[in-house]
């Protein structure tokens, strides 16, 4: 099994978990949603994805 780099983010009440796009592409629905459960993951409120774009 590969590692997964993330990070864990909260302010105001909510959790967020942050990884990259190549991270993010390997990962199912049902995977991301396991990930952020309070009982059975990491429990945060979503997943933010980092497309390491930074023109803007």
Request: aromatic fraction near 10%; glycine fraction near 10%; charge should be negative.
């Given at each position: ?27 199912s629905q ?27």
């Open positions: 099994m590969t590692p997964l780099l993330f990070h864990k983010y909260h302010g105001l009440g909510n959790d967020y978990l942050v990884c990259h796009r190549s991270v993010a592409e390997r990962l049902e995977q991301i949603r396991l990930l952020c459960h309070p009982h059975y993951g990491i429990s945060s409120d979503g997943l933010l994805i980092d497309s390491g774009d930074a023109a803007f």
